[in-house]
């Protein structure tokens, strides 16, 4: 097969990414609502012609899955992206057009909710289909555009139950087992263009400690559970954090652990001690790393502070587990994508890890070979980050540099398949 890639990046349309862009940006879809984009989307992978379907993982949040029949026996790829949003876009504490779901143009820059993580590269998906068509081209292998629910790092614990908490790659897990058939896939989280073949793991962490309960009046030397906890735990897992970020070190990133809340006492009762006071944390592993090993570490850790310290009766307890994942630089995965990143900007990617987490971990894991390279996440000031003054944004030349990657990924693939 003679395929002309050249030509075929050149019919990358900025305006068509600046518009579908805008078009799932202007629908808010939390985790927990996400259909309204859903079908937004479906509805433009049909114009583009491709065979979709709605898959409901769980009612009113189906995945959007969109497939372009391939010509014949080619590698069969994947565009994986989530079309839930990091916040709703109605948090008081949260200002700015960034934190809103309505896109703001400024030239070549959009701004809004979802623009950044990740409904920009859900444009660039078809926008790179979309020029792969203008020009004549049909690849031997079957190409799938999935937007999936509940990706967002949610997890259900406690009191906080129901759809707008489960996320953690429960869109692609369903996807997964229905139906899906790749070989390869890429998800456009935000890379800034960077090549990413591998994830740290994360696991939720809950450390508890109990007390009495009992009046203010007679509360003198009784056991308070949040004096407790900041006196007797805090500083014993302040020492347990350190060495941990020390010694889990993985191409040349540490780990990474993250306080994250602390609930205790009951705040419309003051006249009360506190029953309890629990601390949660995310602890970010390196790939050689499982949750149960981190489990048995810090297991061990809390009974020897039991034992140093009688009384003290902490406990702990896991609530989520998803263990990283990488692909080897030599992958042809990674190879072919960084040969059509320089193919397209004249110089190779860079290659490198995150301590974020995606849905490229749990593709590897039940073996399709996936890393995450996007349009989003350069900053003004230079570097790959989230800008927290100004929020949620994308440029659009950045845009179009991504989708002819994609281009010309998809044109290598078929070339590696010997289409």
Known sequence: MTLDAASARGRVDKEYLARMTQLLVDIPSPTGSEAEVARAYGEEMRRLGMEVELQEVEAGRPNAVGRWKGTGRGIRTLFDGHLDTSFAGTEEELSGAGYRTRTVRDGDVLVGMGTFNMKGALACYLGAIKALQEEGIDLPGEVTVAGVVGEIEKSPVGRFQGPSYRGYGRGTQYLIGHGLSADWAILGEPTGLELIRGHFGTVWVRL????????????????????????????????????FQEGAVHEGIPGVVNLAAVEGGWPWRAARTPPSCEMFFDVRTPPPMTPAQLAHDLDAEVARWNAEDPGLEASVSYYVTEPGTELPATHPLVTTLGAAHAAVTGAPPRVGFVTWYSDAALLNRFGIAAVNYGPSGRLPEGGVGFSLPRGEYILLPDMVTCTQVYVEWLIRAAQASGG
Request: net charge positive.
């Open 208 to 243: 508890s400690v109990s007390g009495d309960i009992i009046h203010t009046a007679w509360s003198s030397g009784k056991r308070n559970a949040i004096e407790t906890w900041a006196e007797r735990v805090y500083p014993r897992w302040q020492a347990w954090r350190r060495r």
